[in-house]
């Protein structure tokens, strides 16, 4: 796991200062200190067609001697197994606006969609910093204005973002919504998310709901919690005041009006969606009251907006539009402002920071540095085994491939049910940052099964739909899951890199 941080007074050294990136092995539980050449943050990022990740702005300099100004930088990181891997954060590179909390969403050309920020932080967002644009990595030429970003100041910043089957992008910030075509530039208005603000500082959770067979690969996009403010001038009743427990989802590619979803068990703010590889989504970290985001002020808890942590998760079933927190562990670690969730290849969730701090601090809501895991209900079961060949690559189309799961991966069913029961689903963790989870996303491939004489059934598995835009290209966890228990996930490269992705016919499948 790569994880960027604070430019802060950390502990970890490198090259003679405080550390802000690191390496994090989850074997060894080993890190190494990464050299990163400005301010990470508050940076946005994701991953590209070619495997590499990019992360995109920052802060200026906090000491100024090992940091440079991160505004508008542009960084790239190719991942490695050999301990070998630095950030190249080389200023040719560079941006030409600043850009603070910025928005980067994956294309369907395996490049990135950046989009919004502010020039310098604050709280929140004003017009004298607003940088209210859009550009593409690779370059698509030039910067061109988002008028929803114009219009829905303050609370705007890293704009919820996702690109649609469609091949439009889906954009919220503050109360309003909007579609942009990123061929055209055409950008349409569509109707404010109601109840409640989920961009920072209100900080809702949300995530794109899984693209199944079953749901004709329809985005639906799902956001629970945030804060019900209109004014957001800090006042002593802010850190007390309750985060909304509401919940909508809207399908932008169907209409594109919201509707209501089933309520939190609590208001939450802070709150963290992770898509896990049985189809439920994993909602944690976050605060009871407050907002994100960090002050100066008598009323604060230390320098927080928000107090009230909530350390118990709970898991959100699309298929019966319910959340539940049956059988759930508590954590004894407050996770709020700046805070992180991942899903890793074994099905656990990685849990990272906290840090509503300008500096190192050690009083109440501290820098954290300790991470957690989460383990879902199937991370004892006995996992699925897939014998034969899972590609590396998988096309948009072509021949499907088959997998073969002996009886012991069967969960305790006849071969006949869990032939019914199995399923082949990628997934991409995202770029986890601020309780949003850039380019998350969950594809279910098509599959259908058989049971074999020897008590195995194969599993005969398409490639990824010809659509580019249902799943942009790069790197993705295959998991094969068996009613509902996933093997452990396998790295696959989704498309061809980086450029326009070829798409063939689909294969058809063997009947059931
Ligand atoms: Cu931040």
């Known amino acids: 796991v790569y994880i960027i941080d604070k430019v802060e007074r950390n502990a970890l050294q490198v090259n003679g200062h405080p550390a802000f990136a690191t390496e994090y092995t989850l074997s060894s539980n080993g890190i190494r200190a990464m050299d990163v050449r400005t301010n990470t943050w508050c940076a946005g990022g994701g991953s590209l067609g070619d495997g590499r990740w990019i992360d995109i702005g920052g802060n200026p300099g906090v000491d100024g001697s090992f940091d440079g100004d991160g505004g508008f930088a542009v960084r790239f990181l ?62 698509r030429g030039g910067i061109k204005t988002l008028n929803l970003l114009v219009n829905t100041l303050p609370a705007n910043l890293y ?69 019900n403010i209109n004014n957001w001038t800090p006042s002593p009743s802010l850190v007390n005041r309750p985060a909304s427990n509401n919940c909508v989802r809207i399908t932008p590619d169907g209409g594109g009006s919201w509707s209501g979803d089933a ?20 909602l944690g970290n976050g ?59 074994d099905g656990s969730v990685f849990i990272a920071g906290s840090n509503p701090n300008n500096d190192v601090q050690t009083r109440l809501f501290p820098t954290e540095y300790r991470t957690e895991k989460f383990f879902p209900w199937y991370y004892n079961h006995a996992r699925p085994q897939p014998i034969g060949a899972i590609p590396g690559r998988l096309s948009y189309g072509g021949n499907f491939f088959t997998i073969r799961l002996r009886g012991a991966s069967l969960q305790g069913l006849t071969p006949g049910v869990a032939a019914t029961r199995s ?45 580019p835009a249902l799943f942009a290209s790069g790197p993705a966890f295959l998991y094969v899951v068996v009613n509902g228990v996933p093997s452990i996930g396998r790295q696959v490269m989704i498309g061809n890199g980086i450029g326009s992705q070829p798409t063939l016919p689909v294969q058809r499948l063997p009947g059931p």
């Not at 600043?98 to 932080?121: C, H, L, Q, S």
């Not at 208001?267 to 049985?278: E, S, V």
């Open 263 to 282: 309520p939190l068990p609590e208001g939450r703010t802070m709150g963290n969606f992770i898509l896990l590889p049985d189809g439920k989504i994993w």
């Open 78 to 139: 190719t991942p490695c197994d050999n301990g070998g891997c630095q950030w190249d954060d080389n200023p040719a590179n560079a941006l030409s606006t600043r850009r603070w909390y910025p928005a980067v969403e994956p294309m369907n050309d395996g490049g990135v969609i950046i989009i919004g920020g502010t020039k310098f932080g604050g709280y929140v967002n004003d017009a004298s910093r607003n940088n209210p644009t859009y550009e593409f990595y690779p370059s």
């Open 423 to 467: 399923k082949a689903v990628i997934i991409r963790t995202g770029f986890s940052t601020h309780g949003v989870n850039m380019g998350q996303r969950y594809l279910q491939l098509n599959s259908t099964a058989a049971p074999n004489s020897d008590g195995s059934i194969s599993l005969f598995v398409s490639q990824v739909p010809p659509n």
């Open 287 to 345: 605060a009871r009251t407050g907002t994100a985001g960090y002050g100066t002020g008598s009323y604060l808890i230390g320098s927080s907006f928000a107090k009230n942590p909530l350390r118990t998760p709970v898991i959100y079933n699309p298929a019966t539009r319910s959340f539940s927190r049956a059988g759930l562990g508590t954590s004894s670690v407050a996770r709020m402002y700046h805070s992180s969730a991942i899903l890793l290849p």
């Open 159 to 227: 704009p919820l973002t996702w690109l649609l089957p469609s091949g439009r992008l889906f954009i919220q910030a503050g109360r309003g919504t909007a579609i942009l075509d990123p061929n055209s530039g055409t950008e349409t208005r569509i109707a404010d998310v109601p109840a409640a603000v989920r961009t920072y500082p209100g900080s809702g959770a949300s995530v794109l709901l899984p693209l199944t067979p079953a749901n004709g690969y329809t985005a639906t996009i799902l956001m629970c919690g945030g804060q």
